[in-house]
């Protein structure tokens, strides 16, 4: 079992920057891919960038490309993500997911465990 906990999110304006946190619970966090996706009102959740178990392996959503940077930090059983240049067009609630493997990283249905997301809100 793993929990996620999202942190970081908040009000910016258009240009800004924020790092969204991923704390995870559990012993085998090395084990996990984790993703963020992120979920704009009325719209579906959205792949927004993934990182492997080692961190050796990155990709990201062609909408945040050259913007946002995932990292992770084994010793906190923490991911992030950082966003630059921030867009209106991002505003959305962000949430994190672990995978084990299985599917495609970059699908919803590929994760076994979500947090509970955390808001993000840029104006213009």
């Known amino acids: 079992q793993v929990q996620l906990v999202e942190s970081g999110g908040g009000l910016v304006q258009a240009g800004g920057s924020l790092r969204l946190s991923c704390a995870a619970s559990?012993?085998?966090?090395?084990?996990?891919?984790m993703g963020w996706f992120r979920q704009a009102p009325g719209k579906e959740r959205e792949f927004a960038a993934y990182i492997s178990g080692s961190g050796g392996s990155t990709d990201y959503g062609d909408s945040v490309k050259g913007r946002f940077t995932i990292s992770r930090d084994s010793a906190k059983n923490t991911v992030y993500l950082q966003m630059n240049s921030l867009k209106p067009e991002d505003t959305a609630i962000y949430y994190c997911?672990?995978?084990?493997?299985?599917?495609?990283?970059?699908?919803?249905?590929?994760?076994?465990?979500w947090g509970q997301g955390t808001q993000v809100t840029v104006s213009s």
């Open positions: 997911g672990a995978r084990l493997g299985g599917g495609y990283y970059w699908s919803v249905t590929s994760y076994n465990y």
């Open positions: 559990g012993r085998t966090f090395s084990s996990y891919g």
